[in-house]
């Protein structure tokens, strides 16, 4: 049994950020330039420039179904024009976070034991979280609403918290997604349980710690009640990922702890969503759903893609 901790040992950790990585610094100069109201071709092309997989990463996504091409896109320059400066910009965030999270910060479990189990586990959550990404994606395209982020990077980094409170505290970490294995419920009631704090809290601390941007703070820190996001432009970019992420569990990754007992339209986000945009209640949800699982392969190379 791992030592307990009181819930101000979790924020006390992600303000010092110990045991977990900072802000890489692509992604600082990213929303420098974001808060300058500087976002443009020129200003972005440079920095992604100079990081090759990070390059790779974007023409992937330029590439890839969301844009719907028909001729490969072969330039840098042109994938930036093409995904366009906004959502970019959270993309550059989402995925360098990621990489982050990746090669640094807390890495003091590696000794243990069971730690094969542990990557295994992780392995799932990197699947969980491309998937909640792709589909997000594909939904906002589906129901056009308009919001000012990346469908991809908020489903990408949704659940950061959980890595966060991981890197914290991995034994007592693991024993609370245990108990939510066990008991087949939520992870974050097992979370409270276990720790005496959640996933969407302790992200939202450190994507606040970070400064990261308003649609991404919201949606790690209320994906799972988009109804207590106050600005209403981040009330349904959050609703969406609640929506995103149930459709994952539901049919595709669930990494093996999130076992949501509702349906879709019982969720909170599903009204927020369908009061400002009709095309939700004319979606042939079964249909979307079963469509997505075609979709299982790419959603591996994006996951793997995420990974490197
Ligand atoms: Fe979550
Ligand atoms: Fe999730």
Redesign the pocket.
């Known amino acids: 049994m791992s030592k307990k901790h009181p819930p101000e040992f979790y924020f006390e950790q992600v303000s010092t950020l110990t045991n977990l990585p900072t802000l890489p610094a692509i992604a600082t100069e990213v929303l420098q330039i974001v808060r300058q109201d500087r976002l443009s071709v020129n200003q972005m092309y440079p920095l992604i420039e100079k990081d090759p997989p990070l390059a790779m990463k974007v023409l992937k996504i330029a590439n890839s179904a969301y844009y719907g091409l028909k001729e490969k896109v072969e330039s840098l320059r042109h994938a930036i024009v093409i995904i366009g400066m906004q959502e970019l910009s959270h993309l550059v965030i989402g995925f360098s976070v990621i990489k982050a999270f990746r090669d640094g910060g807390g890495d003091h479990h590696k000794q243990w034991k069971n730690y094969k189990e542990h990557t295994d586990r992780w392995r799932q959550f990197w699947e969980h979280s491309s998937a909640c990404a792709h589909i997000a994606e594909l939904l906002n395209r589906k129901l056009r609403i308009s919001i000012s982020s990346s469908p991809y990077s908020l489903g990408l980094l949704?659940?950061i918290?959980?890595l966060t409170l991981y890197k914290i505290d991995p034994g007592n970490y693991f024993d609370a997604l245990e108990l939510a294995h066990i008991e087949q419920c939520d992870?974050?009631l097992a979370e409270e349980e276990v720790l005496g704090v959640n996933?969407?809290q302790v992200?939202m601390w450190l994507a606040q710690k970070w400064q990261l941007p308003e649609a991404i703070v919201n949606a790690v820190g209320f994906?799972?009640h988009p109804s207590k996001v106050e600005d209403e432009q981040f009330r349904v970019s959050t609703s969406l990922i609640q929506l995103a992420?149930i459709v994952t569990n539901l049919r595709l990754y669930q990494f093996g702890t999130?076992f949501f007992k509702t349906i879709p339209p019982e969720e909170e986000g599903w009204g927020i969503i369908s009061s400002t945009y009709s095309g939700l209640e004319s979606l042939d949800f079964e249909y979307f759903v079963m469509n997505i699982e075609e979709d299982i392969v790419l959603v591996r190379e994006l996951a793997q893609m995420i990974e490197a």
């Open positions: 949704h659940d918290g959980k992870v974050a996933h969407a992200g994906h799972h992420d999130e």
